[in-house]
């Protein structure tokens, strides 16, 4: 039932029924050419073999040049296995493991590749339909209706076992994300990946903490749908998550962080850093406290910690943390002084320049740093308290802020 099908759906593709004295004379190359190397089967045109790759070198040669070097490894087998049924050297016992493994594997890359297993099934069709015509008119094997039968069968088993391979390969395609986060919950928790996985692996990595503000379920996941890297991997939750991209320098890593950035739905913030294989661990501690750090205080965009770097070094510190955020308490429960504070920081220190981004007079901000300086006991005015009250309000912020989305990464 099969092959009739098979049959009948090889009948509505585009045929060349007759080739001219020039393809007859050149077809016993035909088959090294499309394959671009190797040599042909000796005598191929009086063979078997090579009556069967007369009939099908037409549609090779029609087929795009992607197409073809992919289907070249799949038709070798299939034009192999159908031959060797037509000269009586088939039956059930040359489908051992070996046949089904090198027939399911030849498909499977093609369907990896994500090319149509209608050319494949085609070209079998052409295989197995000429290969029926031989025998009928009693080309290979001395018993026609042996032939016939075993021809019949071959191409059953072959579409069966073509099928299964993509079959495989579809469920394969599956299990990519999930190995993909198996390897990257490994890397950045500082365990050893799964045996195997180790070659495939880059020796440096982008590793970046994401993090999207705003509701909607699996909006992460949704945009990393729409942005795929080489050997990327990830770990992603609803509004957050890791991504490990490869990368061979800091230039490199910064580029596919920004790229990244451009797919994300805003507002969105990047924690990056980028390390060696075997320092993702530490990588991964990094990028979350930077990833804090600019969630709570700063704009979204990409952050490494060069950006963060002072603040970053006082939230290493929980004690000093700690004592920064009570001594802006004061400043952080009234809104006008935090409004005013925040604008100094931002300007820099710079009088005219905050005074205009809160259109006020400059009376009226000398009147409220003064109130700062009252209830915390740090001049404003001084370059080192300045950065003092910055680095507290960034510690109160931290604190204070909304919880990042990140997956747990325990085994």
């Not at 075997?278 to 750090?293: F, P, S, T």
């Not at 704009?299 to 490494?304: L, N, T």
Request: charged residues 20%.
């Amino acid at each position: 039932m099969l092959l009739v099908v098979l049959v009948a759906f090889t009948l509505l593709l585009p045929r060349d029924e007759t080739l001219s004295s020039a393809e007859r004379e050149g077809m016993p190359h035909m088959r090294t050419t499309l394959a671009g190397s190797g040599s042909s089967r000796e005598d191929v045109t009086a063979s078997t073999g090579g009556m069967l790759w007369q009939r099908v070198a037409p549609y090779l040669r029609d087929l795009p040049e992607r197409s073809r070097t992919g289907v070249l490894p799949v038709a070798e087998i299939a034009a192999d296995l159908v031959e060797s049924a037509l000269r009586g050297l088939g039956g059930p016992e040359t489908w051992n493991t070996a046949t089904v493994t090198r027939v399911r594997s030849a498909v499977r890359c093609w369907a990896l590749n994500r090319q149509p297993l209608d050319a494949v099934l085609a070209i079998v069709g052409h295989l197995t339909e000429h290969a029926v015509d031989l025998a009928v008119a009693g080309a290979g094997a001395v018993n026609v209706a042996t032939a016939l039968q075993d021809v019949t069968d071959a191409g059953n088993e072959l579409v069966r076992e073509l099928l299964a391979g993509c079959h495989q390969a579809a469920h394969d395609q599956e299990a990519v994300p999930e190995r993909a986060e198996r390897l990257a919950m490994a890397l950045l928790s500082g365990r050893p990946v799964e045996p195997g996985a180790a070659d495939e692996l880059a020796p440096a990595y982008a590793v970046m903490a994401c993090h999207i503000r705003g509701e909607g379920p699996a909006r992460m996941k949704t945009a990393l749908s729409r942005w795929t890297a080489r050997g990327q991997l990830s770990v992603l939750r609803a509004d957050g998550g890791y991504v490990l991209v490869p990368a061979a320098s800091e230039v490199e890593a910064a580029a596919a962080a920004q790229r990244l950035h451009r797919q994300l739905p805003e507002p969105a913030w990047i924690g990056l850093a980028w390390r060696g294989q075997a320092e993702l661990g530490r990588a991964r501690e990094e990028v979350v406290d930077v990833l804090a750090l600019a969630t709570a205080v700063h704009a979204p965009g990409v952050y490494d910690l060069n950006d963060v770097l002072v603040d970053y070094a006082v939230l290493r510190q929980p004690a000093t943390s700690a004592a920064l955020a009570r001594l802006v308490a004061p400043v952080v429960g009234n809104s006008v002084l935090y409004e005013t504070l925040q604008a100094f920081i931002d300007a820099d220190g710079n009088r005219s320049r905050a005074a205009a981004r809160l259109v006020i007079h400059r009376s009226t901000l000398d009147y409220r740093l003064q109130r700062i300086e009252q209830v915390t006991g740090c001049r404003p005015t001084s370059a080192r308290a300045l950065g003092m009250l910055s680095a507290g309000l960034t510690a109160h912020a931290v604190g204070n802020g909304v919880a990042l989305s990140l997956p747990a990464l325990s085994a």
